[in-house]
């Protein structure tokens, strides 16, 4: 329950000031969502950005409402959402957590060009991801992910070019083989307490 003073809407100094619950009633933007938006607002445009902290009463801030609605319709024309649910993404987008859509995408160009860099090289190589970071420009956590998906792609991919058909160790153990990579499946049973095992 809030006290007069902690009330989501009110006037200060002559005009409307809302404090982020009013925000997150008005967006249906989550705590998180609001908070970024104000903690990354000098990332965006004059534009696109959250506005500064009007006043703050009892350790509560407050919003001049006009700044907030104008920013908000700024946002959806921007961004292309209606009302937000969770995390800042529109209620059953059916995008999951890949993106969708232009994210999947980009992902999937990422892969591309990671996967092209593996074959040139002939393999994987230690900071590669850091390379295409710095060379192509993103995320590095981003490139990370590319990086592995295309190792594997890259992997399927050698496996494949040298050995048509399925995996032969895929639906059974492997065999033991001291030259193989692979380790063969250990059938050793330890038995606790049993001294000179």
Not at 147 to 158: D, G, I, K, N, P
Not at 165 to 172: A, H, L, N
Request: charged share 30%; net charge positive.
């Amino acid at each position: 329950m809030t006290s007069g003073n902690e009330a989501p809407r009110r006037i200060e100094g002559g005009r409307w000031v809302v404090s982020r619950a009013w925000i997150m009633e008005h967006t249906g933007a989550s705590a998180a969502t609001v908070a970024r938006w104000y903690g990354r607002r000098v990332q965006y445009p004059e534009g696109l950005r959250f506005p500064e902290v009007a006043c703050t009463v009892e350790r509560v801030h407050y919003y001049d409402q006009e700044a907030v609605e104008a920013f908000w319709a700024a946002w959806r024309q921007d961004v292309g959402t209606g009302r937000l649910r969770r995390a800042g993404r529109p209620c059953e987008d059916g995008k999951g957590n890949h993106g969708g859509e232009w994210g999947r995408a980009r992902r999937d160009q990422a892969v591309a060009t990671a996967l092209e860099e593996l074959k040139h090289a002939g393999g994987s190589q230690r900071g590669m991801a850091t390379r295409l970071t710095r060379e192509q420009g993103g995320n590095a956590r981003s490139w990370q992910r590319a990086v592995a998906e295309a190792r594997t792609l890259y992997t399927h991919q050698a496996l494949a070019g040298a050995q048509p058909g399925p995996e032969p160790w895929r639906g059974r153990r492997p065999e033991r083989d001291t030259g193989s990579r692979l380790r063969p499946a250990c059938a050793v049973t330890y038995r606790r307490g049993v001294a000179g095992d």
